[in-house]
């Protein structure tokens, strides 16, 4: 049973267009995370949720916006997508924060190409 | 700054030879370190998670270590196997703040028959 997953695996698009990715956890977690890896692989934390509580890393630009229609659900959608947008998008979760030494598990991630 | 930084940059190894990781950072006050193992198209998956007071930490042939006073972290994989070959990144934690884990840019080793 999977426990963090997302759809689509895969995205192709044109510049401007509006699209979102879905993910679900089915671990019960308090937290969750959507996170971008660029081409040199390196990940970069864009948003947390825990609680109602939206933090936002101040890099990421205001096209992204995450919605959490509930706790097993945080959406991340994204406005007038841009050529620099293309990565592969990892949702994440954890029981608490993750930088209190909670475990995160991580979804097989969403690959998004802006054309 | 808070960074983190792991050498090597990439490695190639016999399959069966043992290899070392190094991670180094700079995060303050430090709170916990992660190495995560992710394959190619796929989410990391974490190996180990050390607090302060732990220096060394086993998952199976993964054995981290960490020397909190000179900040560096290793990660030694034992007897290597074809399936190692993946991507080994680095996690420290801040001690406050929310979105308070720091990434490495990761080692990408590759396991060669």
């Known amino acids: 049973d999977t426990a963090v997953s997302q759809t689509p695996k895969y995205l192709v698009t044109q510049m401007g267009n509006d699209k979102s990715i879905k993910c679900e956890q089915n671990l019960g977690h308090d937290t969750m995370y959507w996170y971008k890896q660029d081409s040199k692989k390196f990940l970069k934390i864009m948003f947390s949720y825990n609680n109602k509580e939206l933090i936002i890393n101040e890099t990421v630009p205001n096209r992204f916006s995450p919605k959490s229609p509930d706790k097993a659900h945080l959406n991340l959608h994204i406005n007038s997508l841009e050529l620099g947008d293309s990565a592969v998008y990892f949702c994440?979760?954890?029981?608490?924060?993750?930088?209190?030494?909670?475990?995160?598990?991580f979804g097989p991630g969403t690959r998004l190409t802006v054309t | 700054k808070n960074q983190v930084e792991q050498s090597p940059q990439s490695l190639i190894i016999l399959e069966g030879k043992n290899c070392t990781l190094q991670c180094n950072y700079t995060v303050s006050p430090f709170s916990n370190l992660r190495w995560y193992k992710q394959d190619t198209g796929r989410g990391p998956v974490s190996l180990t998670i050390m607090t302060f007071s732990e220096n060394t930490k086993s998952n199976g042939r993964y054995t981290a270590t960490l020397d909190a006073d000179t900040k560096q972290s290793s990660l030694h994989i034992t007897a290597s196997q074809l399936s190692d070959s993946a991507s080994y990144i680095c996690?420290?934690?801040?001690?406050?703040?929310?979105?308070?884990?720091?990434f490495g840019t990761g080692t990408r080793l590759t396991v060669i028959p």
């Open positions: 996690v420290v934690s801040h001690q406050t703040g929310a979105n308070n884990l720091f």
């Open positions: 994440a979760s954890s029981q608490g924060l993750a930088g209190g030494s909670y475990e995160q598990y």
